[in-house]
């Protein structure tokens, strides 16, 4: 890779590296929601709602194809991090 290559690479992986930065922000915040919702749960079945699940995911495929971002990706992303969450409520759910 020639130096002015590496130097663009560089500058690309910082701003990564700063975006990534804001999304571990988000997902804290993120989190605290979940947090909330988790505690209004009266029973362990009511962490996962399919309808809401397949209603996020519909979603998110409008909203990235409207904004020319390949839906696949976002699919992924999100399907993860739904399940990322309720593996979390699973394992924080208090019984009352």
């Not at 804290?28 to 079945?45: A, E, F, G, P, Q």
Request: hydrophobic share 35%; no cysteine.
């Amino acid at each position: 890779m020639s130096p002015l290559k590496k130097n663009k690479l560089n500058k690309i992986r910082s701003e990564l590296d700063k975006l990534d930065n804001s999304l571990i922000k988000i997902i804290k915040k993120r989190t605290s929601l979940v947090k909330k919702v988790l505690s209004l749960k009266d029973k362990k079945s009511q962490i996962v709602d399919q309808k809401r699940i397949k209603f996020i995911l519909k979603n998110i495929k409008k909203k990235s194809i409207k904004n020319k971002i390949d839906p696949k990706i976002t699919q992924k992303i999100w399907e993860n991090m739904i399940y990322a969450y309720i593996d979390f409520e699973r394992r924080n759910f208090k019984k009352k």
